[in-house]
């Protein structure tokens, strides 16, 4: 992000206000913007300036009829319900709309605490059963997630093999993580994304999904790294955002359980981040806002990155 001629750093509210020798801090809603020159520091007259020049990159895929997507939820479907001269007012103007049916779990979006639990018990000990009905959930439901504007940092695990792609199956170990890592400045109250390339496949839903082959993504003990990080919310650019072995499908979702249940961290799915893997960029901001569904255990997302 660039304001005349100066990078932004962007941090999240939870955190302590950030400083500087000459004080040039700016809130901005749920954010502070610190604009730093090589003479000292300067204070924006608006947040605007500090994005002014700046590109954004949709890490969001196209929602349509067919798309990819994990045999456990209700599938997309769209349909015009009306059309263009179907009803002409008396001016001759005309509209179109549409009928959208979908799950919460479709296409990019984000993952609510209230989506897993673990011998029936949901993040903080929260009895499922008892907040749950058919009308969704009185507590943890998608609706209770702030919206996120604040740093991330993507761990690109393919470039630290050498890949564009990392192979269908590949499980991601901490050492993984550790060598996407280096360089980078990890920090508590911020978005952690994971790098697998995968986004590249979405064109071919057999593969994507990792049916019969697996998906590449974090196992059971580099879901606990990046639980370790205690960062607000983790991406990643597969349906099921963690590793999934050939042949297995969804039967067992250790990470989930890690994030979600035992360290109340949100996921981010399906995020199409090949682009900001092809540019090189690490870190960024990144705004995360899924639709308020009351209730209900997810929602997509249409995530941008500002860098």
Do not use: K
């Not at 100066?6 to 004080?23: E, G, K, M």
């Not at 959208?100 to 989506?115: M, S």
């Amino acid at each position: 992000m660039r304001a005349r001629g100066s990078p932004a750093r962007v941090h999240d509210r939870s955190l302590r206000r950030p400083s500087c020798r000459s004080t040039p801090v700016v809130q901005c809603g749920t954010a502070f913007l610190v604009l730093e020159h090589p003479e000292g520091c300067r204070l924006v007259d608006a947040p605007w300036e500090a994005l002014a020049g700046a590109s954004v990159f949709d890490l969001a895929q196209p929602m349509r009829t067919g798309m990819p997507q994990s045999p456990n939820h209700a599938p997309f479907r769209m349909l015009l319900e009306r059309r263009h001269g179907d009803m002409v007012r008396s001016d001759g103007g005309s509209a179109a709309n549409e009928v959208i049916v979908t799950g919460g779990h479709v296409g990019t979006h984000v993952d609510a605490l209230a989506h897993v639990s673990q011998d029936g018990l949901l993040h903080g000990g929260l009895a499922a059963a008892g907040v749950q009905s058919h009308q969704g959930f009185t507590a943890l439901g998608i609706d209770t997630f702030t919206p996120y504007v604040g740093r991330a940092v993507l761990l690109d695990v393919a470039a630290a093999h050498g890949v564009a792609t990392l192979p269908p199956g590949y499980e991601i170990t901490p050492g993984d993580l550790d060598r996407a890592a280096r360089g980078l400045d990890i920090r508590a109250g911020e978005a952690l994304l994971v790098g697998t390339g995968w986004s590249r496949h979405w064109a071919d839903p057999g593969l994507f999904t990792g049916q019969s082959l697996g998906v590449p993504g974090p196992g059971a003990a580099a879901g606990r790294w990046l639980a370790e990080r205690r960062p607000r919310l983790v991406g990643a650019e597969s349906i099921a955002f963690e590793h999934i072995a050939p042949g297995r499908g969804h039967a067992t979702l250790p990470v989930h359980r890690i994030l979600l249940v035992e360290a109340g961290i949100n996921i981010v799915e399906t995020m199409r981040l090949s682009d900001l893997l092809d540019a090189g960029h690490r870190e960024f901001l990144l705004i995360v806002n899924p639709l308020p569904l009351a209730g209900a255990t997810g929602a997509p997302v249409r995530p941008l990155a500002v860098v």
